[in-house]
């Protein structure tokens, strides 16, 4: 969310100048009963004003969803869910959140603080309700007029459905059908908004595009749905998240996010993943699901995933690359960190359809207190990708001797002339390395986090520069508390 | 400076590695000690810099009038006591400079001075490179990764250059360095001597004390300090071997 300092500057600047464009109507605080049918999805569309379509698309997603099990292969520990308890539709409520600062809970604040975030922006994210989301209207509204004129198209899922219906129609589910898995289908069955991009040919985006410049960004959290389209010969990178610990009143988050780029295209994207972990003993934490997959559908085509995954109780996520055209290429890099009781069972799946075809996966996992860490990736070779080439390596750092790492590669190749190379290493951070930095000066806990800032370093500076220096700041808070 | 009595250290497993050592090292001092291979050089360096796994089951040491065993190796660290490795230690990742800005901070932030920014940093490098005739190339590298033994020794004097200890231990820095190298080592200690300060340094070799002039030079054998004496002692020691000591002791 704090994507960069320079557009915070923006942000902040642009706010002073007063809102000008006037608020969307009250949407009447509503709520649907606990449970889910299609009465719910029903409710859902209506609420929405979704075209019949769409509506007979989330309904075949329900059935789908209906006739299938919580997938259990994941090396994960967690107490069944009942899914007939949630409420799958809750109207943004305008007032609930604290009034100020004061009554916010103050171990939030303080990490707020050590995260450097700027004390305007500290109340935003604890969800006190003050200017903050006009700001962001007046911003993204000015954004999206510099974006238009390239004929960029950024806004919310709802309204692409609503000013862009052909595109969505065309796309959705195209990369991950209704019946993909079992959280994607629940997705495809109640999303409630997320963000719609697109790229036209030849264009490249001037600037990160950023959830945070979109309209009730913060209060679309459980089951978001994305989808970025990058035509022939564009690029664009895009943030997704934010540094700054995330609260959500819902446990369970199942987000879907498909990239599709044309002939040419690059997309790069980028998340950091903090959303609330739960207490020391695990209660309480965020249960997220996600399916995101990206295809590279034109020759020449790069698809490069970045992600920093710190929060979250449990993670289940497989951002994934499918390389479709001919000498497309595919990219994964990953810092996955588990502390106190949080699981993490994620990685990538490379399918290499098309010829020369190339991919590389580079997983950091960190794991510390009773965390468990497990690297899942598939590789695939079909036989018509002659000449496919994959690098997989697959780092894991363990703090402590109550955690745990695991390593599951899946490596299938179908293509005699496929070059597919796997390297796993696993390490303790060494008592020698701790005294070297004490005995320099360095406390426990900062000795630690340069140690582990050093580990994922080469992913780090795969995130754009902001971001970067942000998330090196998270990995420091995530581990607060492994040591000493 | 530096008072230590009636040492005594073991290993977890019961071993006794220190057997009453004593030793008193004034500001302003340039002390060497010498002593024949596992005689406990190294560990009376650990012990001093606080290093875990070593239990002190008797004996006391003081560091500019304090405690020094009752204190955490990283607060030692930033009291001005400073160990130059034997074996530095590699931290894949870890920007060099980055790794000595971070520490030169968390020193200056414990005496209560400003953090030097990226600037300040900078200019402070390159006065003491020059100072050393050390050039910049290993800077940017991760911290002692891929390093040469001699690169290895190199960074450690930088280092001890840039933090100005008031304490500073260098243990078998001189070793399986040219006589290039030597010589920078040399100069790193000797633009390090002044009269709040104090050096200790391990040595196998007579060679380094012809480039730095100790004051008094130790005989460390079996845990304890069996000789002691001024620079002529070493130079005998080159002669003699250590065997001869021991008889003496
Ligand atoms: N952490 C440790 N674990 C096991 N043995 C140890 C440890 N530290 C020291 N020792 C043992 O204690 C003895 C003294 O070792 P030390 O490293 O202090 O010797 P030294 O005088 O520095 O030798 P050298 O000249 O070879 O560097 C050796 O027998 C060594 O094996
Ligand atoms: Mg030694």
Sequence with gaps: MTASTETLDRVRSLSQEGYKYGFVTDIEAETAPPGLNEEIVRFISAKKEEPEWLLEWRLAAFRAWREMTQPDWAKLNLAPIDYQAATYYSAPKQNAGPKSLDEVD?????????????????????GVAVDAVFDSISVATTFKEELSKLGIIFCSMGEAVREHPDLVRKYLGTVVPQNDNFFAALNSAVFSDGSFAYIPTGVRCPMELSTYFRINAAKTGQFERTLLIADKGSYVSYLEGCTAPQRDENQLHAAVV???????????????????PGDAEGRGGIYNFVTKRGACRGARSKISWTQVETGSAITWKYPSCVLEGDHSVGEFYSVAITNNRQQADTGTKMIHIGKGTRSTILSKGISAGRGQNTYRGLVRVQP??????????????????????????????????????????????????????????????DAVSLIVNGFCKEVLKELPMEFAVEAQKLLAVSLEGSVG | MLEIHDLHARLTDGREILRGIDLSVNAGEVHAIMGPNGSGKSTLAA????????????????????????????????????????????????????????????????????????????RIVRAKLKLLDIGEDLLQRAVNVGFSGGEKKRNEVFQMAMLEPRLAILDETDSGLDIDALKMVARGVNQQRAPDRAIVMITHYQRLLEYVEPDRVHVL?????????????????????????????
Aim: hydrophobic residues 35%.
């Design chain 2, 47 to 122: 012990v001093l810099a606080g290093r875990d796994g070593y239990e002190v089951n008797q004996g006391t040491v003081t560091y500019l009038g304090r405690d020094l065993l009752a204190m955490p190796a990283d607060e030692r660290a930033r009291e001005g006591l400073f160990l130059a490795f034997q074996y530095p230690v590699e931290i894949p990742g870890v920007n060099n400079m980055y790794f000595l800005r971070t520490a030169i901070n968390a020193q200056r932030r414990h005496r209560g001075e400003p953090e030097l920014d990226a600037g300040q940093f900078l």
């Design chain 2, 221 to 249: 054998q079996g845990g304890r300090i069996v000789q002691s004496g001024d620079k002529s002692l070493a130079m005998e020691l080159e002669r003699r071997g250590y065997g001869p000591v021991e008889d003496a002791a």
């Design chain 1, 384 to 445: 018509r990708a002659q000449n496919a080439r994959n690098h997989t390596q697959c780092d894991s750092l363990l703090i402590g001797d109550r955690c745990g790492a695991h390593t599951v590669p899946y490596i299938e190749v179908r293509n005699p002339s496929a070059r597919v190379e796997h390297e796993a290493t696993t390490s303790k951070i060494s008592e020698d390395q701790l005294f070297y930095c004490q005995q320099r000066g360095l406390n426990a806990e």
């Design chain 1, 106 to 126: 103050p171990e939030l604040l303080r990490t707020y603080e050590k995260l450097g975030i700027p004390l305007r922006e500290r109340e935003a994210l604890a």
């Design chain 1, 258 to 276: 498909e990239l599709i780029a044309h002939e040419d295209a690059q997309i790069k994207y980028s998340t950091v993943q903090n959303w609330y």
